[in-house]
């Protein structure tokens, strides 16, 4: 069975552009969860959609914004893009029984010039 | 607030030996799961282990396996003869209630290095 899937898996942007990342959940798995992974810390929480509903956000600002389709594969797009948004944003997704164990890929790293 | 404390940056294990990682955790819920990933130079993380906050016995998972002791809000990963594979960082996480609310509070990690 296929993993979760990202992409895209690197991306260079410059300061001011705008970037979306997609990603396609585990399959029978409709919780999306993103999360940004700067060099050197643990992942910080972002959003997190279930059902395509937002069931979540963290401390980010309004650039930050997703969405989750009918078919449970989301998109993550940040606007007015900062040096600091550099690092790797990981997708997640869970089945809605069990522990709430998640279920990452491999994620998209983007680098801000 | 949530807060998962990971306070060894580095740790340096020899292959077949046993390796402890510490992690402590501070929340106000009753309800709450301490989860353990492993994160290889890939990016990828990687489920390693649970333990329920009601949870009496301590997780276990093949060569991982949980210490957990509550009233020292600790959650510490034991990984049973280290493979040269187990190199890669190891995140502490805890999640807070249940239901459909998957986040995660991470800690910053251990990055750990098994010699031959």
């Known amino acids: 069975d296929a993993g979760v899937t990202q992409s895209p898996t690197h991306l260079i942007k410059t300061r001011g552009q705008q970037v979306t990342l997609r990603c396609s959940p585990i399959?029978?798995?409709?919780?999306v969860s993103w999360y940004q992974q700067v060099l050197g810390q643990g992942p910080q929480f972002i959003f997190q959609y279930y059902e395509k509903e937002e069931r979540g956000r963290g401390n980010f600002p309004d650039r930050f914004s997703a969405r989750q389709f009918p078919n449970y594969s989301s998109e993550l797009n940040v606007n007015a893009l900062l040096l600091g948004d550099s690092a790797l944003y990981l997708c997640?997704?869970?089945?809605?029984?069990?522990?709430?164990?998640?279920?990452f890929g491999e994620g998209s790293r983007l680098t801000v010039l | 607030a949530q807060k998962i404390t990971q306070t060894q940056p580095g740790m340096f294990v020899q292959e077949k030996e046993a390796v402890t990682l510490d992690c402590t955790y501070d929340t106000s819920d009753q309800s709450y799961g301490l989860f353990w990933y492993k994160q290889p130079s890939s990016g990828e993380m990687i489920f390693l282990i649970y333990q329920g906050s009601y949870d009496e016995q301590n997780a276990t998972e093949g060569r991982y396996s949980l210490n957990f002791q509550k009233a020292r809000k600790s959650a510490n990963l034991v990984i049973s003869a280290s493979q040269l594979g187990d190199s890669a960082m190891y995140f502490c996480a805890m999640r807070v209630g249940g239901g459909s609310n998957y986040k995660l509070t991470f800690g910053k990690g251990t990055l750990l290095t098994v010699n031959p």
């Open positions: 399959s029978g798995h409709k919780s």
């Open positions: 997640a997704s869970s089945f809605p029984s069990g522990v709430g164990e998640l279920f």
